[in-house]
Nanobody, 125 residues
Framework: EVQLVESGGGLVQAGGSLRLSCAASGFTFDDSAIGWFRQVPGKEREAVSCMRTSDGRTVYADYADSVKGRFTISSDNAKNTVYLQMNSLKPEDTAVYYC???????????????WGKGTLVTVSS
């Protein structure tokens, strides 16, 4: 059974940092794509970042324009875990953050195959 479990959300002041984790199980982590998406009530789920590793090396990583230069995606393949380091957080980053898995990265959420339940990030001004 594929499982994705997010953690690390919380309340932070604007300008602060958080690191989200996505622990994956039930599928071959290497050669799979893991993406981060976020959603606020009333809005469509949007892509934040996505990465794919092969033989333990990152072969692809990309970011939404809104987070480039502030967020960094990384992985620890030994732990089957993907991280999203979020720096210089802004109130508009407030959302539920989800990780998702698929065979390759998609920035269209409907194309991702598996989803976690999400973790809430709140950035106060």
């Amino acid at each position: 059974e594929v499982q994705l479990v997010e953690s690390g959300g919380g309340l932070v002041q604007a300008g602060g940092s958080l690191r989200l984790s996505c622990a994956a199980s039930g599928f071959t982590f290497d050669d799979s794509a893991i993406g981060w998406f976020r959603q606020v009530p009333g809005k469509e789920r949007e892509a934040v970042s996505c990465m794919r590793t092969s033989d333990g090396r990152t072969v692809y990583a990309d970011y939404a324009d809104s987070v480039k230069g502030r967020f960094t995606i990384s992985s620890d393949n030994a732990k089957n875990t993907v991280y999203l380091q979020m720096n210089s957080l802004k109130p508009e980053d407030t959302a539920v953050y989800y990780c998702a898995a698929a065979g390759q990265c998609y920035f269209q959420y409907s194309l991702m195959d598996y989803w976690g339940k999400g973790t809430l990030v709140t950035v106060s001004s």
